[in-house]
Each structure stands twice: as C-alpha cells, then as structure tokens.
C-alpha cells in the first residue's frame, strides 16, 4: 500500500533561517508526490508537486523541495523562512491504482521572530 | 471566480441527528473528494467519486453517506451511526485522471452537542 510518513509532529525554525520539514514515502512503482500547507480553520493549499524528471522541485511562496530516490523521501525546504509560512504543512502521494491522495500526519512549523 | 465551496463553515448538530455538509465546484473537475481531519491523524478518505453517478468507500466511510447526482456537486451525510462526528470535514476535487493534484474547500467544522 502506498503511504508517507512525516517523523516530526513540530518544527521550530528563527525567521531568516532555512527551514526543512521532512517526509518519506513508501510506494509500489513511481512515487507521485505532493506538499500542501494548511492555515488555521481553512482548506489545504497546493505548494508543489513531483512526478518526474528534475529532483529539485520548486513550488509556490518559494518552497522547494528535493526528491531522493535512494532515501525514499521528498523533504520541503526554504532557504529563509518567514513567520507568516507558519502552518501545518502535509506530504501526500496518489495511489494511481485508485486515484485517491494519501496523505500523512502533519509537521506544524512555527516560525519565531 | 473558480473554485470549491463548502458550506456552512460551521455546523452544530444534536446526538442522533443525520446532517448534510454542502460541497460544490465550479471548476468542471470530474473526481471529488471527501476527507475527515482530526488533530494529531492527518486526513483520512472517507469517500471519493471519479465520476457521476459512481462513488467509492474510502477508509472511514462507516457512518456517512454520499450522492453525485451532478458533475458540480458531492454532498456528504453525516448518520447518527458515525459515533465521533465531531471534526473537520474537507472537500476536494481533481480534474482526472491525467491531473494529478486536487483542490481543496475551505472546511465545515462539525460539532456534536
């Protein structure tokens, strides 16, 4: 069964330091993979997207992310966080057999000044 | 203006009551979505729907139901048989199958009282 796994319940980073919120995945075939952030009280809000071809993913409100085929993991990373990218972010993966998005549990990143 | 719509934001329903949550889009998706969000779980299926007239059980469909009687529209019932309704209740939706991310509402938060 496909499924991602986010380790950290809580990341803490200063503002002006890069941030790093970790998922891994575990797939049968190619891995689609995805990051979505959520604010408070509101719906999922698409950032980015790997299905094939360059590593490095670059997304909206300038995160990326880097896909690791060896590790199985696909990490969302910014080189200098803000306090408003405070949310709850969520990794996901499509399972094509039935098109549905699989989604982890969460990191909360809080971002201080 | 393109999108989901969710609605109400907020419900409150009594203890053996059924309740309704809205979900519509005007975004020609065919495939739509329902997910249940709890603290410290992520998101978790509970029912999809790829096409009109067509639904499947997602990994927490007992207690709930759902129609597609129209392309734009994917209303989810919340039965007195779902013992722990209270949560918060996400609505996606998906192009196709040639798509790959989905589009999120921005929530019903249900509580029992």
């Known amino acids: 069964a496909q499924s991602v796994a986010q380790p950290e319940d809580q990341v803490n980073v200063a503002e002006g330091n890069p941030l790093t919120v970790k998922c891994t995945y575990s797939?049968?075939?190619?891995?689609?993979l995805f990051w979505y952030v959520q604010y408070p009280n509101r719906g999922l809000q698409f950032l980015l997207k790997y299905i094939t071809g360059d590593n490095l993913v670059k997304g909206s409100y300038g995160f990326e992310a880097e896909f690791n085929k060896s590790q199985t993991s696909f990490h969302l990373k910014k080189p200098s966080a803000l306090v408003s990218d405070s949310a709850l972010y969520f990794c996901a993966v499509r399972d094509l057999n039935t098109d549905k998005l699989i989604f982890g549990t969460g990191t909360r990143l809080q971002v201080f000044p | 203006d393109g999108g989901i719509t969710q609605s109400p934001k907020y419900l409150f329903r009594k203890e053996g009551q059924n309740v309704t949550l809205s979900c519509e889009q005007n975004l020609n998706h065919d495939a739509m979505y329902w997910y249940r969000q709890d603290p410290g779980q992520g998101l978790r299926l509970i029912y999809y729907s790829q096409i009109v007239n067509d639904f499947q059980k997602g990994d927490i469909a007992e207690g709930y139901s759902v129609s597609r009687e129209k392309k734009e529209s994917f209303p989810l019932t919340v039965t007195s048989a779902q013992k722990n309704p209270t949560a918060f209740y996400l609505c996606?939706?998906?192009?196709?199958?040639?798509?790959?991310?989905?589009?999120f509402g921005q929530g019903t938060r249900l509580t029992v009282v």
């Open positions: 797939v049968s075939g190619n891995p689609y």
């Open positions: 996606a939706s998906k192009s196709g199958w040639a798509e790959h991310e989905a589009f």
